[in-house]
């Protein structure tokens, strides 16, 4: 089954008098399992796509099915909980909250999902111990490298196995050593079954993909 579909999706802003079109009639199928990059330049509509599919926002027009789900008639308590259980975010500013260490930026989302706190500490452990972090559990943000840092944001992402890994920019930030590290890592969670969307300005981190999605002009109808 797809877990990703979308049929004719569009996205409007009004901007005064004037509507702006972000997106305009895009179709889209991911299958479970499949990783797939959406690469755009600026102002493509990509980062709207994203907002889409991750359920931080919703089609002006067209039709957005989640794991079968249409999400038009989800109410906005059950995208937060879409958004809390199915999806799991990586941003390129890492959005971590500096006053708490690793481990508990990692538990963070698990305490929103009411998870006791012997498993979710066990969840975000195992999580940082497999992407190798196992010694900066303890370290906050500003103690760590770029690097290690969005290691800790795919941990928080992975930590609660959601279905989907929506990735937006991950290397953004980062130098190029620890930008292949990143995709080395993305390329292993898909490689464990798991569904990645990776959203990129950069054609060689999109090719790193097997499925790429090029956006233009907030139309995703080319592939490469």
């Not at 969840?123 to 290690?148: I, V, Y």
């Not at 937006?168 to 969670?189: I, K």
């Not at 990129?200 to 002009?217: E, K, L, S």
Request: with cysteine; proline share 4%; charged share 25%.
């Amino acid at each position: 089954m797809a877990l990703i579909e979308l049929e004719g999706v569009g996205r409007e802003y009004q901007m005064g008098e004037e509507k702006v079109y972000a997106l305009r009639d895009v179709s889209l199928k991911v299958e479970e399992g499949e990783f797939v990059s959406i690469v755009g330049r600026s102002g493509s509509g990509k980062s709207t796509l994203m907002n889409l599919i991750g359920c931080l926002d919703r089609p002006s027009e067209g039709q957005y099915r989640l794991a079968g789900r249409s999400v038009a008639q989800l109410s906005d308590r059950e995208l937060s909980v879409v958004r809390n259980r199915v999806v799991g975010f990586i941003f390129q500013g890492f959005n971590l909250v500096q006053d708490l260490t690793a481990l508990e930026n990692v538990e963070l989302p698990l305490v929103y999902r009411g998870w006791p706190r012997a498993k979710r500490r066990q969840a975000a452990q195992t999580a940082l111990e497999q992407l190798g972090l196992a010694e900066r559990m303890d370290h906050r943000p500003g103690q760590m490298s770029g690097g290690q840092q969005q290691r800790v944001a795919i941990a928080r992402a992975v930590a609660a196995n959601p279905s989907l890994i929506l990735a937006d920019e991950p290397t953004g930030n980062l130098d190029s050593r620890a930008g292949e590290e990143v995709m080395h890592l993305l390329t292993g969670l898909w490689r464990q079954g798991k569904t990645v969307l990776l959203i990129t300005h950069d054609p060689v981190v999109a090719a790193c993909a097997p499925r790429r999605i090029i956006i233009d002009g907030g139309r995703g109808e080319k592939e490469g």
